[in-house]
């Protein structure tokens, strides 16, 4: 039976996962010819909506791309089961804040996947014993 916990981190994957694939389905439609009137009607938006996700697929390109964070999100939408959520988690290619200009000590720092894993740690959507083991595979104390 699930807990109150885990119905919310459900909706909340579902949520964010349907976010993705609203900007995924966007630019697939745009890349096969669609107008952005033709993709706001079946998607039931408005045109300038449907402008301001492929804009913001034109300047993010990052964004169409799989994260830890999704793994994660697939995993509590039922998408993924856990060991294959671990095994993709556990063999991901992290990387790691990094500063935006190097050299300066007050640039902003740039997020790397990592972080997803961390968020989604302090959110509750992996517990502690799921991190301490993608922890201790990624520090290189489990390779």
């Known amino acids: 039976m699930k ?7 459900q909706v ?3 949520r964010e996962l349907n976010r993705i694939d609203q900007l995924r389905v966007c630019n ?5 010819g669609l107008t952005q009137s033709e993709i706001a009607r ?3 938006l408005s045109q300038p909506e449907v402008h301001r996700i492929l804009r913001k697929i034109d300047s993010f ?3 169409l791309l799989r994260t830890p964070r999704e793994v994660i999100l697939d995993f509590h939408a039922e998408r993924l089961g856990h ?5 993709e988690l556990l063999n991901w290619s992290y990387t790691y804040s990094e500063h935006a200009e190097p050299g300066n000590p007050e640039s ?4 790397g996947s990592w972080e997803s894993v961390t968020d989604a740690f302090l959110r509750d959507l992996i517990d502690v014993e799921d ?3 993608i922890l201790h595979t990624v520090s290189g104390e489990g390779r």
Request: aromatic share 10%; proline share 3%.
């Open 131 to 133: 991190y301490e083991r």
């Open 3 to 9: 807990t109150i916990q885990d119905e919310l981190a």
């Open 42 to 44: 079946r998607l039931s």
């Open 12 to 14: 909340y994957a579902f």
């Open 28 to 32: 697939e439609a745009r890349d096969q």
């Open 61 to 63: 390109p990052e964004l």
């Open 83 to 87: 060991e294959a959520m671990m095994e």
């Open 108 to 111: 902003e720092l740039i997020s």
